[in-house]
C-alpha cells in the first residue's frame, strides 16, 4: 500500500482537549482551551501545557505561576471550542457560558464547577520553544466531581463522556477495547490453566 508524505507537522492525534483556567495577581481571570497538554513525569506528578504568547491567558500564566486544568466532556464540548476561539480581552468567558468559577485547594486561579476533574499546577520551568512555550508544571492538588464515585469510591471518568480533539474535530472516546496489563494477563491465565490441568492430569 502506498504512502503519502506530508510536510513536517503536528500529527500526533488524537489529543486530549483541555480548558485551563488562569488568573492574574489583580484577581481577573480567563479560560483557555488546550490541545498541547499532557502527563511528563509521575513522581512528582508532573504536567504540560503550550501556549502562544500573544494568547490572552499567557501573561497571567507567566505572572502567577500556575493555573488549573479542567477535563472536558460532552457537555462542555461548545464551552471548550468557544474558549479556544474567542479572546478573554473581548469578553467574560464565565458569564458568557454560564460556567461555575470555585475557590481551588492550593493555586489562586479559579475551578470550573462543571468539569469532571480539576487539577491544579504551580509552573516549575517555562520552555520557549518557537510558536509555543511550554510550562511545565507540578501537580499540588486534584479535585474530581463525586457524583462520579461508585460506592467503592472508585473512580469512573468514563461516565462523564469525555472527548478527545483530533485535527481540527472533537470526538467523544469510542469503545472500551481492554484495560492496562490485559495482554499479558491472558497469557498469564492461559499458564495458569495448564499448570492446573496438568496437575491433574
Known amino acids: 500500500m502506498a504512502r503519502v508524505s506530508f510536510k513536517p507537522g503536528n500529527m500526533l492525534y488524537p489529543l486530549p482537549v483541555v480548558m485551563v483556567s488562569v488568573a492574574d495577581k ?111 508544571a507540578e501537580v499540588v492538588a486534584v479535585q474530581v466531581n463525586d457524583k462520579y464515585m461508585d460506592e467503592k469510591n472508585s473512580f469512573h471518568l468514563s461516565n462523564a463522556n469525555p472527548i478527545v480533539y483530533s485535527h481540527g474535530e472533537y470526538y467523544l472516546l469510542g469503545e472500551k477495547l481492554g484495560k492496562f496489563g490485559y495482554s499479558i494477563q491472558k497469557k498469564t491465565a492461559g499458564k495458569k490453566k495448564q499448570a492446573v490441568k496438568g496437575k491433574k492430569s
Not at 498541547?36 to 499567557?58: D, F, K, L, Q
Not at 505561576?65 to 469578553?91: H, M, P, Q, W
Request: charged share 20%; aromatic share 6%; with cysteine.
Open 26 to 136: 489583580q484577581g481577573n481571570s480567563n479560560i483557555i482551551t488546550v490541545a498541547w497538554a499532557g502527563t511528563i513525569c509521575t513522581n512528582p506528578p508532573m504536567v504540560s501545557i503550550s501556549v502562544r504568547p500573544e494568547r490572552h491567558s499567557y501573561h497571567m500564566i507567566e505572572e502567577s505561576g500556575e493555573f488549573v486544568i479542567n477535563l472536558t466532556t460532552k457537555d462542555l464540548v461548545y464551552a471548550t471550542d468557544y474558549c479556544g476561539v474567542k479572546s478573554g480581552r473581548d469578553v467574560n468567558k464565565w458569564e458568557v457560558l454560564g460556567l461555575t468559577p470555585i475557590a481551588g485547594q492550593v493555586v489562586k486561579a479559579p475551578l470550573i464547577e462543571e468539569s469532571p476533574v480539576n487539577i491544579e499546577c504551580k509552573v516549575t520551568q517555562v520552555e520557549k520553544l518557537g510558536s509555543h512555550h511550554m510550562f511545565m
